[in-house]
């Protein structure tokens, strides 16, 4: 009879650590008078470790009658073509990268060539491009895949039992990334190579994803204080364009969301939901009662 209690006793205890070690990213309880939703903070690649996802999230997608995402790019691949071809390629005829002084389209091809990208198949690709597929080859080298994120996981998850609603298009986000004047453009992709060359990209993602795989609040704490600290030309254009610029209308469409459904889940990229810019504390100024699960 001993044995057996101590055997039940360890397995309680085994299964709620492993609950505990499978907190990753943050996640917010959003509530008004009638209802909930539920704020998740995910990472845009991923491991095969990552899931199943904790419980509590877990649950919450599978009972919600509706997810909504940043953009569901599964959905639509046409779209997303399209959207690319607007924003993301020189018109026929202007010169990309091959217009460059020859000692800056040297290193950025010496850089492409590095992370596995031939240099003539993207001789087309807009600067903003051409920084966003460096970016994502050091992803890589940290072990992660951007077919694993945990935005398109929690799609597959819901599709055909949920609503899956967008808060955005992929027109829209790449428009965003294409409004910068392509002078601009370059100067960011010179400083993705000091990065790159430097070795703060990849040391900022790896921090990026060590906190998001231990739920680490202090981490994201510091992390936020970076960001709103970058006077940079990619510092500046991230926390006031690419975050700053889009929480407030992500945060004005889930506060409606709630009023009119109980039990929606929403995942938006971890960044979104740092600092005293984030969506958790833009709904909070809206009156509404936000509390961190983890």
Do not use: C
Not at 95 to 106: D, F, H, I, N, T
Not at 186 to 207: H, I, K, V
């Amino acid at each position: 009879m001993r044995r057996s209690i101590i055997v039940v006793f360890l397995s309680l205890f085994l299964m709620a650590y492993q609950a505990l070690a499978a907190e990753r990213g943050a996640l917010f309880k959003v509530t008004n008078a009638q209802h909930t939703l539920y704020l998740y903070g995910t990472i845009h690649a991923g491991k095969p470790d990552y899931y199943p996802l904790e419980p509590r999230i877990g649950q919450a997608v599978a009972a919600a009658p509706t997810l909504v995402l940043e953009v569901d790019t599964a959905s639509n691949p046409d779209a997303v073509a399209a959207a690319f071809r607007e924003h993301g390629l020189f018109p026929a005829g202007r010169p990309g990268y091959a217009g460059l002084p020859a000692e800056r389209r040297k290193r950025l091809e010496a850089a492409m060539k590095r992370q596995g990208i031939d240099p003539a198949g993207v001789a087309q690709l807009k600067p903003w491009v051409l920084a966003t597929m460096l970016a994502v080859g050091d992803m890589v080298k940290l072990g992660v895949d951007p077919a694993l994120g945990v935005d398109l996981h929690l799609a597959s998850l819901a599709r055909g039992k949920s609503r899956i609603v967008e808060l955005e298009s992929v027109q829209y986000q790449a428009a965003l990334m294409n409004r910068l004047p392509i002078d601009i453009q370059w100067r960011l992709l010179e400083e993705t190579l000091d990065n790159m060359a430097s070795g703060r990209q990849l040391r900022e993602g790896r921090e990026l994803f060590d906190a998001y795989e231990r739920a680490d609040r202090k981490a994201f704490d510091a992390i936020a204080r970076r960001v709103e600290a970058d006077d940079s030309v990619s510092g500046k254009f991230m926390r006031e364009v690419v975050l700053f610029e889009r929480n407030g209308p992500m945060a004005d469409k889930l506060a409606a969301l709630l009023a009119r459904e109980n039990n929606a889940v929403a995942a938006v990229g971890l960044m979104h939901l740092l600092g005293k810019q984030g969506v958790p504390e833009l709904l909070r100024q809206r009156g509404l009662q936000v509390e961190r699960v983890y």
